[in-house]
């Protein structure tokens, strides 16, 4: 069910994870911002830690680089000591956050019902979720990859409405690929990523699903993006390590403006 690429922007989001001082962000930042002047076929979104969202969100001010959270808590205020809301992060600069990253799943024991609450809490207030699914090595090996993506989209997007598909967009990240080297095979990649546009239309009808961004993470890197981004279901990437070096990351999202004409 795939449908003319243009309906879908690519999105390339970098995750800086647990990494980057407020200066060094800032650097980071601005490297990107220099590397990525002019108009761009892609939407492209920085994710640094919370401490430097205001000050990457200043340096990107005016050059079309959006910035994101790395997670948000699904109230809006109130006695949840250490938590961070959508209202924080809006103040803060941020319009994007990802949730429910296997980081978070594995170390932090996040639900699937715990993720949906802080997609409703995002799309609230007009936030951009950015919401990750995905099996482990052990669920992959037993054949168990679609049973596990599908309920994680299940959670995330059932009886979901939205007003326009760029509202959210899902991450596919097989967890063994993350931070690991060792990325999806692009055809097996777009397997799943069909089957979760599948999902999506049930849950959210065809015109929706066919808009709806889904992006691949797990070691995505300057010289296995092109292909993967050459999937017709693969729109865009959320890139870990890559993103750390401005020179990584700028030449993924050249990748994913490559794709653009030979998709068209
Ligand atoms: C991630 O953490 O979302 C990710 C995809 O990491 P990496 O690119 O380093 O595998």
């Not at 207030?125 to 037993?142: D, Q, S």
């Amino acid at each position: 069910m795939s449908r003319p690429h243009l309906v879908r922007r690519p999105l390339v989001a970098g995750n800086w994870k647990l990494h980057q001082t407020i200066g060094a962000a800032r650097q980071l930042a601005r490297e990107v911002r220099n590397a990525l002047a002019g108009p761009r076929d892609v939407q492209v979104v920085l994710a640094p830690p919370f401490t430097a969202l205001a000050a990457v969100a200043e340096v990107l001010e005016g050059s079309g680089i959006e910035v994101a959270a790395q997670d948000v808590w699904y109230a809006d205020q109130g006695a949840f000591t250490g938590e961070i809301s959508a209202p924080l992060l809006l103040d803060a600069g941020a319009r994007h956050c990802i949730v429910g990253h296997s980081e978070r799943r594995q170390l932090c024991g996040e639900t699937d019902a715990l993720v949906r609450r802080k997609v409703e809490a995002l799309l609230a207030h007009g936030m951009r979720p950015i919401a990750c699914v995905g099996e482990t090595l052990e669920e992959r090996n037993a054949g168990r990859t679609l049973d596990v993506v599908l309920r994680q989209v299940d959670a995330i997007l059932g009886g979901l409405s939205l007003h326009a598909p760029d509202q959210l967009a899902v991450a596919y990240e097989p967890v063994w690929a993350i931070g690991t080297g060792r990325n999806a095979l692009p055809a097996d990649a777009q397997e799943v990523h069909a089957a979760v546009r599948r999902r999506a239309a049930e849950h959210l009808g065809e015109a929706t699903a066919a808009g709806l961004r889904i992006l691949y993470g797990g070691s995505v890197k300057p010289d296995n993006a092109a292909e993967l981004l050459a999937q017709p279901d693969v729109d865009g990437a959320l890139v870990g390590g890559a993103s750390l070096s401005a020179a990584s990351f700028v030449a993924i999202v050249r990748a994913a403006e490559g794709r653009i004409p030979e998709r068209g």
